[in-house]
Each structure stands twice: as structure tokens, then as C-alpha cells.
């Protein structure tokens, strides 16, 4: 039985690596627990004391399972991105266990692309993309009609929704009654001018965008998931079959598939692939981020009262968004990935070929454009495709090493924030890096039971970990404010919080990502909610990144990208000087004291005189806890009132100087106005 275990970690040219810590652990017991751990010297070398296995002779030898990690410890506590995991046989007969060398590729231990360390099918990072940075659906939905439109031979869409008009096809498509419109003309606010969006033409729908396509002889493809299991294929993802009858009763070509996933698992990635086969002239990739219900449509200005928003059979409330459209050689990237997918479900003579060649690197980006090396990571679930049994967690690597090379700011806005290994990582990024401050914009009531208060005690729990440290941790909400308005017959001022549905994050100016991928075990490691139930799920995710730092060359889509959010957070101009890179230092306060200063006033201005309005949206975090289950995950609007109560006690527990917000001079929203696209008339009218 070892008292100690012994060994060196190199590189791919066997000189030893230092500075990395091994782990060594007993999961052969009913409680697995770790036994020590050592940080590898100038050769490598690692020498860990561990207790005797004093179980041996009766229940036989244990196995020892090491975890090599990087080198962040947190008061001796190892927090490090794992790079490596094996069991042992502890069966030696000596007192030290001496394990072969571990050998790690230089790749795998540092940089910010993901490696994938043990499995090593990471995509790679691809120079000379244009990208385009979309923030919130107006823009969004905009760009992805306009190239729907632009299409010449095929259109690809992956989406997790995609609502159609309550009575189904008609031939007549001013006679349907709109779910979901894309774009609107200028001046449209359901209260003068036109106020019906029934004709596809000035409105433009996704489901007709398609028709027309396959119509006109392109080749159009959309795939929906659909759970596994029967309380997920019950409550959410059910698939393309209601989108199939719609396309049927048009007698149209367009194919449908319906993805069934594992258990409780979704193809959560959403995605448009315009154009994606060989030698098109400009085929596209759009990561979109919200599903095709009206309700996420929004603005910059997330108006209380917005007339686009239409039926909000969704999310009740304002929402937040991001969307990234992409061309060159990361498109064929995507487009491999819906094929793989598609191609595992679909009829043998639809399946799809590789875009093979890939898109040329681009030399000239296009307004609104800027040219990146960027990398195309996911989240994959077990026994999903081929070769992937345990499937990938490239989207959680992408934020682990993200954070761990952070030194001066992390920016996280993020529709859940649940997952321990992503607290653990910002944990020791504020502990080890002394100059680096760290912002989170989330939501006050996440849509899933349990989350909001998961959410809460993994914030709290940062703030213990990191000690002082926490000082450089701010985490703060959104919320839209409007005055009395006749129309809507409302007296007082209206305020009704935002929610966040995007899932992005900014590193230091070096990094940024885009995509699908929560903070939360669905998208990065494992289901949290219905683990005991129903075992190990996860989703199926796509992230872009995208570098600006060496070896890729210098772009501006990660500083561009940061002024769009934080001018329309912040309700400050993107050229205002306070949002600079040059002129904020780290020694005037930072980027967080900005956003506490911001979210002072806005909270003061509720305070003292809330009819006149701040245009900044944000209010710093409450420090207390929401309700143990989420009401606004309950059905039938009961959820929604509910909610109500959470708004309401946030506010109340937002003060300065021990003053709260007076509620009896607002009118606190916990759902937006609804708006009939077929009528023209406000749910409250």
C-alpha cells in the first residue's frame, strides 16, 4: 500500500513541465476525496504523500486517480483547468507509487484556444474572417432576413423554437395570423401609420423566407431537437413536426428533421447557414442567439412598450441578445457541424457533403465587419456523435483558460450562472491576479426552477472565496424605465427589469466569445436539474472566440463589441471618453467603478425622482437571495405574477444610504404589453 506517489509531467519533447499541479484522489470509496497534492519543480517532477490503503487485504487494492490541473491554488485549494485524468492500480508492493511520465502537449497548458487535452479534435483557430457583431434582435433578425433573402442555392437553419401563425398555412399570407416577423419597416410602433404586419413582404417571416426559397428552386433545410425522454419532449424542444405541416400544406420541398437527443439534452445552438456549399460567392454563417419567438425581439432601448415584441408568448419581459454573423474560413466550421447532426437522423439520400473547400480567408471586411482569427468550440453530450462517447467540453475550456489568463478585466453577461467550475475559476482569477476587476450582468429571475437562488449562493460563494478580493467583483441587473404613459393607462412611472438571454463575455481586450453556451452544467459539464433523475445530460452548443492578442493579428471586433454593449448598459454614447480603454485606468477605479458609479445614479434617480428617466439600464446585484424555486418557471401566468414579488423585493432592497425605492411612485411590470401583428391592437387597448 503507497504512502506517496511519484512522477513527472513534460511536453511533447519529454522536458518536464513546471509549475502544474497533480492531484491525486480515491474515488474507489463511497465518498471519493483527494489525498493531497504537489506542484511539479523545474523538472517536472511531483512527489505527493497519501494515507495507506489500510482496506487493502480485505476489499483488495485501490486505485489512485491523478488530476494534473494549472497552477492555481486558492489557499492551498487547487482550482486549476484540468489537463489530464487516470486511474492507477495501487498494487505496488513498495511504500511510493512511481507513475509513467505524463506527457502534455505545449498547446494544452497554455494560450486561449482550446486544445481539447486527451481527446485533440479541437477545431483550429482560422485567420481572415469577417465578423459582425449583432446586438439585440432588431439588428439581428434584420441581417438574417436580408441574407435569407440574398440566398442563391441552399439555407440551413439549426433553432431550438420556431413559432409559426396559430391557424396554420395559408395560401394567402396576408390572411395568416403572424407569430414571429424578422423586420419591420421605420416608424412601426403599433400605435400610428400601419399597425397590422400581415403581409411577408414588408414584414418578413422566416418560415415564408423559406417557402420562397425552396419555391424558387434552393435547397432549404431545418433542423429542430427534441428530447429524448418524455418530460423534456413534453415541456420544451418538440421538434420540426408542426414546421413539416406547415411546409406540407404549401406543397413545398423544404426539409424538416426533427434531432431526438439523449435524455434531457437539446441542440441548443442556433445557427443560419446562407449559401455554405463549394464555390459560392459569399456563403455565411449567423450564430444567432435567440430561438424564433416574437418575444425576444427588442432594441437597444428595450422600450417597456414595444409593439415588435408582438405576441410575447415567450420570455414576458424586455430581452437582451447577441448574434454574430461570420464569413470565411470558420463557415465551413458550423456548416460541419449541422451536418453532423443532420446527417445522423436524416433519410439516406438527404444527407449533406462537407463544405470542402473551406471559404478563402477574407482580405476586406465589409461596413460593420472586422477581420479576426477566430475559433469554433462546443459543448457536445454523451453518445451523441461518433467517436464521442463522453462527448466535449470545448465551451467550458474556452472560459476556463479565458479566465485563468486574465489581468485586467472580465466581462460576463449571461442568461444562467450556475456552474461551480466557473465560479471556482473567477475565484482564483481575482485571489492570483491583484490588478484584475471582474463584472457580471445576469438575470433576478432566471426561467428554470432553482436557479435564482443557485445563481445567488455561487455569487455569494465568490465572494467568499476570493476575501478582499471581492471588492473587485461587481455583479449587477437590467432594467427598462419609462414615464406615465396615457396610451397604456399608466399613471406613474413604469419600470420592469430585462432579461438576459445572451451568452457573452469579454477578456482583457484580447478575447471575446459569442455563442450559445451558458454558464451553467446544461452547456458546459452537466445538467444540474434533472441530474438525479435522469442521469449525465448536457446540450449541444456553439461558441465563436475570437483573439486579439499574439500570434493572431490585431482586430477591433472585441473593443467594438464591447462599446455596443456597455454604450447600451450604460446609456452612454459608444464614443463617450468614460468608455476608453485609453483614458480608464485600473488606478482610477477601473471598468467597475464606472458601472457602480452608473448604476448609483440610475438607483438614485428611482430614489429621488423617478418620472425623470436615466437612460442606463443597469442596478448592482441585491444581497440577499431570490425565492428557493422560481415562480416564473410555473404555468399558465402564474409564474409571472409571481415573479412580480421577486422585482418587487429587489427593489426594495436596493437602497442608498439605508433609503429603498418608494414602490407606491412606480409601477412595477413583472410581464410587457402584448401586440397582435394581425389586428394591430395592444393587448390592453
Same mark, same amino acid.
Given at each position: 500500500?503507497?504512502?506517496?506517489?511519484?512522477?513527472?509531467?513534460?511536453?511533447?519533447?519529454?522536458?518536464?513541465?513546471?509549475?502544474?499541479?497533480?492531484?491525486?484522489?480515491?474515488?474507489?470509496?463511497?465518498?471519493?476525496?483527494?489525498?493531497?497534492?504537489?506542484?511539479?519543480?523545474?523538472?517536472?517532477?511531483?512527489?505527493?504523500?497519501?494515507?495507506?490503503?489500510?482496506?487493502?487485504?480485505?476489499?483488495?487494492?485501490?486505485?489512485?486517480?491523478?488530476?494534473?490541473?494549472?497552477?492555481?491554488?486558492?489557499?492551498?485549494?487547487?482550482?486549476?483547468?484540468? +489537463?489530464?485524468?487516470?486511474?492507477?492500480?495501487?498494487?505496488?508492493?513498495?511504500?511510493?507509487?512511481?507513475?509513467?511520465?505524463?506527457?502534455?502537449?505545449?498547446?494544452?497548458?497554455?494560450?486561449?484556444?482550446?486544445?481539447?487535452?486527451?481527446?485533440?479534435?479541437?477545431?483550429?483557430?482560422?485567420?481572415?474572417?469577417?465578423?459582425?457583431?449583432?446586438?439585440?434582435?432588431?439588428?439581428?433578425?434584420?441581417?438574417?432576413?436580408?441574407?435569407?433573402?440574398?440566398?442563391?442555392?441552399?439555407?440551413?437553419?439549426?433553432?431550438?423554437?420556431?413559432? %409559426?401563425?396559430?391557424?396554420?398555412?395559408?395560401?394567402?399570407?396576408?390572411?395568416?395570423?403572424?407569430?414571429?416577423?424578422?423586420?419591420?419597416?421605420?416608424?412601426?410602433?403599433?400605435?400610428?401609420?400601419?399597425?397590422?404586419?400581415?403581409?411577408?413582404?414588408?414584414?418578413?417571416?422566416?418560415?415564408?423566407?423559406?417557402?420562397?426559397?425552396?419555391?424558387?428552386?434552393?435547397?432549404?433545410?431545418?433542423?429542430?431537437?427534441?428530447?429524448?425522454?418524455?418530460?423534456?419532449?413534453? %415541456?420544451?424542444?418538440?421538434?420540426?413536426?408542426?414546421?413539416?405541416?406547415?411546409?406540407?400544406?404549401?406543397?413545398?420541398?423544404?426539409?424538416?428533421?426533427?434531432?431526438?437527443?439523449?435524455?434531457?439534452?437539446?441542440?441548443?445552438?442556433?445557427?443560419?447557414?446562407?449559401?455554405?456549399?463549394?464555390?459560392?460567392?459569399?456563403?455565411?454563417?449567423?450564430?444567432?442567439?435567440?430561438?424564433?419567438?416574437?418575444?425576444?425581439?427588442?432594441?437597444?432601448?428595450?422600450?417597456?412598450?414595444?409593439?415588435?415584441?408582438?405576441?410575447?408568448?415567450?420570455?414576458?419581459?424586455?430581452?437582451?441578445?447577441?448574434?454574430?454573423?461570420?464569413?470565411?474560413?470558420?463557415?465551413?466550421?458550423?456548416?460541419?457541424?449541422?451536418?453532423?447532426?443532420?446527417?445522423?437522423?436524416?433519410?439516406?439520400?438527404?444527407?449533406?457533403?462537407?463544405?470542402?473547400?473551406?471559404?478563402?480567408?477574407?482580405?476586406?471586411?465589409?461596413?460593420?465587419?472586422? +477581420?479576426?482569427?477566430?475559433?469554433?468550440?462546443?459543448?457536445?453530450?454523451?453518445?451523441?456523435?461518433?467517436?464521442?462517447?463522453?462527448?466535449?467540453?470545448?465551451?467550458?475550456?474556452?472560459?476556463?483558460?479565458?479566465?485563468?489568463?486574465?489581468?485586467?478585466?472580465?466581462?460576463?453577461?449571461?442568461?444562467? !450562472?450556475?456552474?461551480?467550475?466557473?465560479?471556482?475559476?473567477?475565484?482564483?482569477?481575482?485571489? #492570483?491576479?491583484?490588478?484584475?476587476?471582474?463584472?457580471?450582468? %445576469? #438575470?433576478?429571475?432566471?426561467?428554470?426552477?432553482?436557479?435564482?437562488?443557485?445563481?445567488?449562493?455561487?455569487?455569494?460563494?465568490?465572494?467568499?472565496?476570493?476575501?478582499?478580493?471581492?471588492?473587485?467583483?461587481?455583479?449587477?441587473?437590467?432594467?427598462?424605465?419609462?414615464?406615465?404613459?396615457?396610451?397604456?393607462?399608466?399613471?406613474?412611472?413604469?419600470?420592469?427589469?430585462?432579461?438576459?438571454?445572451?451568452?457573452?463575455?469579454?477578456?482583457?481586450?484580447?478575447?471575446?466569445?459569442?455563442?450559445?453556451? #451558458?454558464?451553467?452544467?446544461?452547456?458546459?459539464?452537466?445538467?444540474?436539474?434533472?441530474?438525479?433523475?435522469?442521469?449525465?445530460?448536457?446540450?449541444?452548443?456553439?461558441?465563436?472566440?475570437? !483573439?486579439?492578442?499574439?500570434?493572431?493579428?490585431?482586430?477591433?471586433?472585441?473593443?467594438?463589441?464591447?462599446?455596443?454593449?456597455?454604450?447600451?448598459?450604460?446609456?452612454?454614447?459608444?464614443?463617450?471618453?468614460?468608455?476608453?480603454?485609453?483614458?480608464?485606468?485600473?488606478?482610477?477605479?477601473?471598468?467597475?467603478?464606472?458601472?457602480?458609479?452608473?448604476?448609483?445614479?440610475?438607483?438614485?434617480?428611482?430614489?429621488?425622482?423617478?418620472?425623470?428617466?436615466?437612460?442606463?439600464?443597469?442596478?448592482?446585484?441585491?444581497?440577499?437571495?431570490?425565492?428557493?424555486?422560481?415562480?416564473?418557471?410555473?404555468? !399558465?401566468?402564474?409564474?409571472?405574477?409571481?415573479?412580480?414579488?421577486?422585482?418587487?423585493?429587489?427593489?426594495?432592497?436596493?437602497?442608498?444610504?439605508?433609503?429603498?425605492?418608494?414602490?407606491?411612485?412606480?409601477? %412595477?411590470?413583472?410581464?410587457?404589453?402584448?401586440?397582435?401583428?394581425?389586428?394591430?391592437?395592444?393587448?390592453?387597448?
Amino acid at each position: 500500500m503507497s504512502t506517496s506517489v511519484t512522477g513527472r509531467v513534460v511536453n511533447e519533447s519529454s522536458a518536464g513541465i513546471t509549475g502544474l499541479v497533480v492531484v491525486v484522489r480515491d474515488e474507489t470509496v463511497l465518498f471519493p476525496s483527494d489525498l493531497g497534492h504537489a506542484t511539479t519543480d523545474g523538472n517536472g517532477t511531483y512527489t505527493i504523500p497519501v494515507t495507506a490503503d489500510f482496506g487493502a487485504e480485505e476489499w483488495g487494492p485501490r486505485d489512485l486517480t491523478l488530476y494534473v490541473r494549472t497552477g492555481v491554488l486558492v489557499k492551498d485549494v487547487p482550482m486549476g483547468r484540468v +489537463l489530464y485524468s487516470k486511474a492507477y492500480p495501487d498494487s505496488g508492493t513498495g511504500d511510493t507509487l512511481t507513475v509513467p511520465d505524463i506527457s502534455l502537449k505545449a498547446a494544452d497548458v497554455t494560450g486561449w484556444p482550446v486544445s481539447l487535452p486527451g481527446l485533440g479534435n479541437a477545431l483550429p483557430v482560422q485567420a481572415g474572417n469577417a465578423l459582425r457583431p449583432l446586438v439585440d434582435n432588431k439588428l439581428a433578425w434584420q441581417h438574417l432576413a436580408d441574407s435569407m433573402r440574398a440566398a442563391q442555392s441552399e439555407i440551413n437553419i439549426m433553432q431550438l423554437e420556431f413559432d %409559426l401563425p396559430s391557424g396554420g398555412y395559408n395560401a394567402d399570407a396576408t390572411q395568416e395570423s403572424p407569430e414571429i416577423v424578422l423586420a419591420f419597416p421605420d416608424g412601426f410602433d403599433g400605435n400610428s401609420g400601419t399597425t397590422t404586419a400581415n403581409d411577408p413582404q414588408t414584414f418578413p417571416r422566416p418560415e415564408r423566407l423559406l417557402l420562397d426559397a425552396a419555391t424558387a428552386g434552393k435547397t432549404v433545410r431545418a433542423m429542430l431537437p427534441k428530447c429524448g425522454n418524455i418530460i423534456g419532449g413534453l %415541456l420544451f424542444a418538440k421538434g420540426a413536426g408542426k414546421l413539416q405541416d406547415y411546409f406540407t400544406a404549401a406543397s413545398s420541398k423544404a426539409k424538416t428533421l426533427t434531432f431526438t437527443t439523449q435524455g434531457s439534452s437539446v441542440i441548443h445552438a442556433k445557427a443560419a447557414l446562407i449559401d455554405a456549399v463549394a464555390d459560392a460567392a459569399s456563403p455565411e454563417a449567423i450564430i444567432i442567439g435567440s430561438p424564433f419567438a416574437q418575444s425576444y425581439y427588442d432594441s437597444s432601448d428595450h422600450a417597456v412598450f414595444e409593439a415588435r415584441r408582438g405576441s410575447c408568448s415567450g420570455e414576458p419581459i424586455p430581452v437582451h441578445d447577441v448574434t454574430v454573423g461570420i464569413r470565411g474560413p470558420v463557415v465551413a466550421d458550423v456548416q460541419a457541424q449541422f451536418a453532423a447532426h443532420w446527417n445522423l437522423q436524416c433519410q439516406p439520400a438527404d444527407k449533406m457533403q462537407p463544405l470542402s473547400p473551406a471559404p478563402a480567408a477574407i482580405t476586406t471586411a465589409g461596413d460593420g465587419e472586422y +477581420l479576426a482569427s477566430a475559433q469554433l468550440v462546443r459543448s457536445v453530450n454523451y453518445d451523441t456523435l461518433p467517436g464521442l462517447p463522453n462527448g466535449e467540453q470545448g465551451v467550458l475550456e474556452a472560459y476556463l483558460r479565458a479566465i485563468e489568463k486574465a489581468t485586467s478585466y472580465i466581462y460576463m453577461e449571461n442568461q444562467y !450562472f450556475t456552474d461551480q467550475a466557473i465560479g471556482d475559476a473567477l475565484i482564483g482569477a481575482l485571489v #492570483n491576479q491583484p490588478k484584475l476587476q471582474v463584472i457580471l450582468l %445576469l #438575470n433576478i429571475d432566471a426561467d428554470l426552477p432553482f436557479y435564482p437562488t443557485w445563481q445567488a449562493h455561487l455569487i455569494g460563494r465568490i465572494r467568499d472565496g476570493a476575501g478582499p478580493a471581492a471588492s473587485r467583483l461587481g455583479v449587477f441587473t437590467s432594467w427598462s424605465h419609462t414615464g406615465p404613459d396615457t396610451t397604456h393607462h399608466r399613471k406613474e412611472p413604469v419600470v420592469i427589469p430585462n432579461y438576459m438571454h445572451t451568452k457573452t463575455a469579454i477578456v482583457d481586450g484580447k478575447w471575446a466569445t459569442v455563442g450559445s453556451g #451558458n454558464l451553467d452544467g446544461a452547456s458546459l459539464d452537466e445538467f444540474q436539474l434533472l441530474y438525479p433523475l435522469l442521469g449525465k445530460n448536457r446540450n449541444d452548443e456553439l461558441n465563436l472566440l475570437v !483573439f486579439n492578442d499574439s500570434p493572431d493579428p490585431q482586430t477591433d471586433f472585441v473593443d467594438q463589441l464591447r462599446l455596443s454593449l456597455w454604450s447600451e448598459h450604460l446609456g452612454l454614447a459608444t464614443d463617450d471618453p468614460q468608455l476608453s480603454a485609453a483614458t480608464l485606468s485600473a488606478g482610477d477605479g477601473g471598468w467597475l467603478k464606472l458601472w457602480t458609479d452608473q448604476a448609483t445614479a440610475k438607483l438614485q434617480g428611482l430614489i429621488s425622482d423617478p418620472s425623470t428617466v436615466n437612460p442606463c439600464h443597469v442596478l448592482a446585484f441585491p444581497p440577499d437571495a431570490p425565492l428557493l424555486f422560481n415562480p416564473t418557471a410555473l404555468p !399558465f401566468g402564474i409564474g409571472a405574477h409571481l415573479a412580480y414579488f421577486d422585482f418587487h423585493h429587489y427593489l426594495t432592497q436596493s437602497k442608498i444610504n439605508g433609503t429603498p425605492v418608494d414602490m407606491k411612485n412606480i409601477d %412595477l411590470d413583472a410581464t410587457t404589453t402584448s401586440f397582435d401583428f394581425h389586428t394591430g391592437k395592444w393587448s390592453d387597448a
